[in-house]
């Protein structure tokens, strides 16, 4: 248990579905991440919330979309995905600043069919 | 842009060997952080290394963060079935008043009993 719970574990849907993934962070960090991570290649950093203001984003197309209501919770909102989009999206937090380590979930599971 | 090189990008040894896992930055790092990511699980924060030249050992692994804080590794001594999974290095770079963690692609590491 990392005190980052990510919902759901696993999850199939259609390329005209919409659904959201949902992290929940019990740690006290006030920073919180999207990461894709596909097969044969880098953890992609896709989001970035800093003190609940995003702070980046880097370059991911408009079908994802993030929210971070406060500094314990993140969703990303998926709207007409791609099977390229199949990935484990890994959440994390950490407390933003020079020793900032990640804690991250155990991931969702998506497949895009 | 800012990237972090990991090397090499797969190693199998003989249980009992030694396994190194090289990391360099093209900028100059605020620190250095290790994950480990076993097969179907998520990467879990193994060490941080913050000062020039320092190193670090937990038990069988030996974490080294170099002079110019732009290159670490991560030694493991007399490897065993237990030590499989992907290692990532992440190096913290500070970019103003935010810190941005950019991981490398990771060695999978397998053992052979």
């Known amino acids: 248990e990392t005190g980052v719970t990510q919902t759901p574990r696993h999850l199939v849907m259609g390329m005209t579905n919409k659904k959201s993934l949902k992290c929940e962070q019990h740690?006290?960090?006030?920073?919180m991440y999207w990461y894709k991570q596909s097969a044969k290649k880098p953890l992609e950093l896709m989001f970035v919330y800093s003190l609940e203001e995003r702070v980046e984003n880097n370059s991911v197309p408009s079908r994802f979309s993030p929210e971070c209501p406060n500094s314990s919770h993140l969703f990303l909102h998926l709207h007409t995905l791609q099977p390229e989009d199949s990935a484990l999206y890994l959440c994390?937090?950490?407390?933003?600043?020079?020793?900032?380590?990640?804690?991250f979930g155990q991931g969702t599971r998506l497949t895009v069919v | 842009g800012q990237q972090v090189m990991q090397i090499p990008q797969y190693q199998h040894v003989q249980e009992g060997e030694d396994f190194t896992t090289y990391c360099n930055s093209s900028?100059?790092?605020?620190?250095i952080q290790w994950y480990k990511q076993r097969p179907g699980g998520h990467p879990v924060f193994l060490i941080q290394l913050v000062k020039s030249g320092e190193v670090k050992k937990q038990k069988r692994l030996t974490f080294q963060f170099g002079e110019a804080k732009k290159n670490s590794s991560l030694h493991i001594t007399a490897t065993q079935t237990t030590d499989v999974g992907t290692y990532f290095c992440a190096g913290l770079i500070r970019g103003g008043s935010n810190y941005k963690l950019t991981f490398g692609k990771g060695t999978l590491l397998t053992v052979n009993p």
């Open positions: 740690l006290g960090h006030n920073a």
């Open positions: 994390a937090s950490s407390q933003q600043g020079a020793r900032a380590e990640a804690f």
């Open positions: 900028t100059t790092l605020s620190n």
